[in-house]
C-alpha cells in the first residue's frame, strides 16, 4: 500500500517534535528483564555485609550478613533464580553484580512502538532499544529511531531511518527518509539481538481512541490489552495504514476476517476476489446478502477466497464454485486443471462434480492419467476416456502401458532369461502347475489380485537379482493363486510361497499353500532338485521311487 502525503505536508508532520515522555521511558525500561543485583560491600561503620540494588525501582539497599540469609532461605533464591523485589515488589532476577566485571553478559535489545495522537493525527515512532548492565552500575536502556508514522483519515506516511551525508556536519549521519509504501518496522529475521524477530512492543493503545483512528478496531483485532511490555505485536503499523484507505478493515475484523487482513498486511489484496472499492459487504464479496451471511459464519479461509474469485471471473455459483474449490484444491493445481480441460472440451465444474460422484478428494490422480493419456495418444475427446468410471484402475493401466514401453530393453533382455526359466521351472502334475512370468506387469498384477508385496519385487525379478514364479491350477493357468519366491545357489530351494493375502483373510488365518498342495510342492522340488529332467517331447521325468535327489 502506498503512502500519499505531499512533501508539504512530510515537512510539516516532521517538525512537530516527537520526545519520549517520562511514562513512555518507564515503559521502555519494563521492556527489559528486572534484575536484584548483590554484592559484598563494607558500610559507612565498615561492618561487612551485603548490598542490593533494584533496575525496576532503581533501590539501593544494604543488608546484614543474617538478614541476607534469612531472606535467600525465606524466598529459595539461588544465583538466576526469579523472585520479588523486597521493596518494590516487581518481579526480578537475582544476580551477583561481581560477575559482570567489564563485558556485556547481560546486555539486551528491544524494539518497541510508541504511539501518541497529535494534532488530529495519530503518530507512531518505532524505537530499538539497548539496555547495558555495567560492573558498577546500569545504564538507562538507550534508544534509537528506527522508523516513524504519519495516520490520518484517507493519508498515511512512513520514513525510515538512513545513514545520509549531512552537507552542514560534513558527515554520515541518520535520517528519516520518505518512503513510497507502508510496511512494518523491523524486518523478520533470525537475529538473536531480540526475543521474537519482527515482533514489538506497543506502547499507547489508549491514543488511538484519541485520534481519527478510533474506529479501526485494531485493538481487538490485535488483543492490545493496554501497554503489554512484551514484544507479542507484529503488523499493526500496516494495519493502520490499511484503514487510512480502505476503512472496511473495521467491519472484516470484527467479523472475523482474519485471513483476509492478515494477506492484505502482508502485501496479497486478493484483488481478484475482493472489490476493495465496494461501499457494502455484499458488493465486496461480489455475492448477494445471504450468501455474505453462510461465509462469515462459516469463516474465510484460502478455499473460500479461490471460491470468490471463480464466482467473479469464472461464472459460476457461490455453492458451484465452492464444490470446484474443495475439489481441485489450491490455484496452481486448477492451472494445471485448466489446460488439461482445455484439450478434453469441458468446464471445470463438470471435473469437480465427476471427483464428487466417484468420491476423490482431489484431481492429482485424474491429472496424472491425463498426463500418461496423452503420451499414449488416448483419444480425449471422448467422454468415457477423458472422465473413466474407475479411474484408478484406468490410472494405473496407463502408468503400466508407458513403462511397458520405456522398458523395451530391459524386456528385449529378459526373453533369453525367460526361456532358461521356463525350460527349468516349468511343471504340471496332480491338477496344478508352476508358471514363468512373462514380464514385469504379470507380477505387478499379481500383487493386486493376490493383495501382497509381490508386486515390489517385479524389477529385481526382470534383473535377476531375484526369481518369481506363479502357482496355478492347470485348468486356469492365466488365473492368480499362490506366488512363489526362489533362492539358493541353485535357484531350488523356496524362499516365501504365499496366497491371497498372505494367508490372511478378515483377520483369520488360512491354511498355507504346504498344507492344501504339500504332495505336489514336494514333487516339483524333488524333480528340481533331479535336475529339471524332461523328455523329448518337453514333459517333465518325475524322478523314481527310491531315486536320490542333489
Given amino acids: 500500500m502506498r503512502c500519499n502525503l505531499t512533501e508539504a505536508e512530510q515537512k510539516a508532520a516532521l517538525e512537530v517534535p516527537f520526545l519520549c515522555t517520562g511514562e513512555e521511558q518507564e515503559f521502555i525500561e519494563r521492556c527489559f528483564t528486572g534484575y536484584l543485583f548483590f554484592e559484598h560491600e563494607v558500610n559507612e561503620n565498615g561492618r561487612l555485609g551485603m548490598t542490593t540494588e533494584c533496575t525496576r525501582c532503581g533501590r539501593k539497599v544494604w543488608w546484614t550478613e543474617r538478614e541476607w540469609k534469612r531472606f535467600k532461605q525465606e524466598n529459595n533464591a539461588k544465583t538466576r533464580s526469579d523472585l520479588l523485589c523486597p521493596d518494590c515488589g516487581c518481579g526480578v532476577t537475582l544476580y551477583p553484580r561481581g560477575r559482570l566485571r567489564s563485558g556485556n553478559t547481560l546486555d539486551e535489545y528491544r524494539q518497541v512502538v510508541l504511539l501518541r495522537a497529535i494534532d488530529g493525527a495519530l503518530r507512531a515512532v518505532a524505537l530499538e532499544v539497548r539496555k547495558h548492565h555495567g560492573r558498577w552500575e546500569s545504564d538507562d536502556a538507550e534508544s534509537c529511531t528506527k522508523a516513524a508514522y504519519y495516520f490520518a483519515q484517507g493519508k498515511c506516511q512512513k520514513w525510515q531511518r538512513r545513514w545520509a551525508w549531512s552537507e552542514e556536519e560534513q558527515r554520515y549521519t541518520p535520517q528519516l527518509i520518505p518512503q513510497k509504501t507502508m510496511t512494518e518496522p523491523f524486518a523478520e529475521s533470525d537475529s538473536w539481538l531480540c526475543r521474537r524477530s519482527g515482533y514489538y512492543a506497543v506502547h499507547g493503545v489508549d491514543q488511538i481512541a484519541a485520534s481519527p ?89 484460502q478455499k473460500e477466497l479461490e471460491a ?76 468415457d476416456v477423458a472422465f473413466p468410471k474407475d479411474l484408478r484402475g484406468a490410472h494405473d493401466a496407463a502408468v503400466a502401458a508407458i513403462r511397458y514401453e520405456e522398458n523395451a530393453a530391459a524386456r528385449k533382455a529378459y526373453e533369453k532369461r525367460y526361456e532358461k526359466l521356463k525350460k527349468k521351472y516349468s511343471f504340471s502334475a496332480m491338477g496344478l502347475c508352476i508358471v514363468v512370468p512373462e514380464d514385469d506387469r504379470q507380477i505387478i498384477n499379481e500383487g493386486k489380485t493376490l493383495h501382497h508385496c509381490v508386486g515390489g519385487y517385479a524389477e529385481r525379478h526382470m534383473s535377476g537379482a531375484a526369481t518369481i514364479l506363479f502357482l496355478r491350477k492347470e485348468k486356469t493357468p492365466h488365473r492368480s493363486y499362490i506366488t512363489i519366491e526362489m533362492c539358493g545357489k541353485q535357484g531350488n530351494d523356496i524362499r516365501q510361497i504365499h496366497g491371497y493375502g498372505n494367508e490372511c483373510k478378515a483377520g483369520k488365518k488360512l491354511a498355507s499353500p504346504q498344507e492344501r498342495h504339500g504332495a505336489f510342492i514336494d514333487l516339483w522340488l524333488a524333480w528340481l532338485k533331479n535336475g529339471s529332467k524332461r523328455d523329448k517331447s518337453g514333459r517333465p521325468v518325475l524322478p523314481a521311487k527310491g531315486e536320490k535327489t542333489a
Fill in 308 to 383: 470468490l474469485e471463480l464466482v467473479r471471473h469464472g461464472g459460476v455459483t457461490p455453492e458451484e464454485a465452492l464444490t470446484i474449490c474443495g475439489r481441485i484444491g489450491d490455484r496452481n493445481e486448477r492451472r494445471r486443471c485448466d489446460a488439461a480441460l482445455r484439450e478434453v472440451g469441458e468446464s471445470v465444474l463438470v471435473l469437480a462434480r465427476y471427483l464428487e460422484k466417484h468420491q476423490h478428494k482431489d484431481a492429482r490422480l485424474w491429472l496424472d492419467y491425463i498426463d500418461a493419456a496423452k503420451r499414449l495418444r488416448y483419444d480425449l475427446a471422448r467422454r
Fill in 213 to 301: 483512528l478510533r474506529y479501526c478496531a485494531a485493538e481487538q483485532f490485535f488483543e492490545l490489552d493496554g501497554d503489554d511490555p512484551w514484544e507479542n505485536t507484529m503488523g499493526l503499523q500496516t494495519y493502520l495504514g490499511l484503514w487510512t484507505r480502505y476503512p472496511r478493515v473495521e467491519q472484516l475484523a470484527k467479523a472475523g476476517c482474519k485471513k483476509i487482513i492478515d494477506d492484505a498486511i502482508q502485501g496479497s489484496m486478493n484483488s481478484r476476489a475482493l472489490n476493495w472499492r465496494a461501499k457494502t459487504m455484499p458488493a465486496f464479496f461480489g455475492v448477494d446478502k445471504p450468501t455474505v451471511k453462510r461465509l462469515l459464519a462459516g469463516g474465510i479461509g
